[in-house]
């Protein structure tokens, strides 16, 4: 408990050091390490703090295939006032999007094996799926590329600092959507969508998945104050989720032709999956927070 109220003194002082200045930069790009919030709407009425988070390792498992993330991913944006959550009894910072409209960037993972990677026709039982399979997917076109995206404006997204830094509970809530890219299957391939998107709790403390699946672990990482303190950085944060559920498969091949791929995908990917079959680690991830003042002034 001392050490809580020690860490949570050091971010409010780096958090509020800098308002005495106060005065807005009219550039749109910022100097030193203040660039990475390039992108934070830090003039958005509501908007009290910028915030992005970059992550480089970990993966993703949906259903039984799993998906190293190798090239990085990048979550920025605004963070406004605690708002108080009743069901969670909790608090909550209100998110307010990227100002170019990236708040998630759409990073494709490559995935291993390619096509057949993804879609092993052997794997199936089906007979008629089976054959199906082979008639189309046992061919040349074999890269594949899975992109997380965000299923929902960035209104959606939840983040507690609080959480994040202590290790307990919901750290950030992200909805998402998983785009497959391959030729063969077309421009509208997605597991999730807007209205049946996949919910990730992510924590940096352990997991409450259903029961029979065993929960993991995150990290909150070290943090550390850069640019006379008034960056707060956490290093190597670790955070996961072992609890979301997936949809099948949609749209893929495109029209008419999704009736006869979209099976094939669900039953080479195990979707749709439940609960405490899915894994989200989002590994060597460096989170930045700063004052949307000493932002503005830099």
């Not at 999007?97 to 990073?107: C, D, F, I, V």
């Amino acid at each position: 408990m001392i050490q809580k109220r020690i860490t949570v003194g050091m971010l409010v002082a780096a958090m509020t050091s800098l308002a005495a200045l106060g005065f807005a930069s009219m550039a749109s790009a910022h100097s030193g390490e203040y660039s990475r919030f390039d992108q934070c709407p830090s003039k958005t009425t509501g908007v009290e703090k910028c915030v992005q988070s970059y992550t480089t390792g970990g993966s993703v498992v949906l259903g039984s295939k799993t998906v190293p993330i190798v090239n990085p991913v990048t979550l920025q944006g605004g963070i406004g006032k605690p708002v108080f959550e009743p069901e969670e009894e909790t608090f909550y910072e209100a998110f307010y999007g990227a100002s170019n409209g990236e708040t998630l960037s759409k990073s494709p993972q490559p995935v291993p094996g390619g096509l057949t990677g993804l879609v092993n026709c052997k794997e199936i039982s089906s007979f008629i799926v089976r054959i199906g399979c082979e008639a189309i997917f046992e061919n040349g076109l074999t890269g594949v590329n899975s992109t997380v995206e965000l299923a929902k404006p960035a209104s959606s997204i939840i983040v507690n600092e609080e959480h994040l830094a202590f290790q307990e509970g919901v750290a950030m809530q992200l909805p998402v959507k998983v785009h497959l890219e391959n030729p063969l299957l077309g421009s509208s391939c997605y597991i999730g969508s807007s209205s049946s998107p996949l919910i990730w709790n992510l924590t940096t403390g352990k997991t409450k998945p259903p029961a029979g699946t065993e929960p993991i672990k995150g990290s909150s990482g070290k943090l550390e104050f850069t640019e006379n303190e008034n960056i707060a950085v956490f290093q190597g944060v670790k955070l996961v989720d072992n609890g979301w559920s997936a949809p099948a498969a949609t749209g893929c091949g495109g029209p008419i032709v999704e009736l006869i791929i979209d099976p094939i995908i669900n039953a080479s990917v195990g979707v749709p999956s439940a609960a405490g079959k899915n894994v989200a680690k989002l590994e060597s991830t460096r989170i930045s927070l700063a004052t949307v003042e000493s932002v503005n002034a830099h």
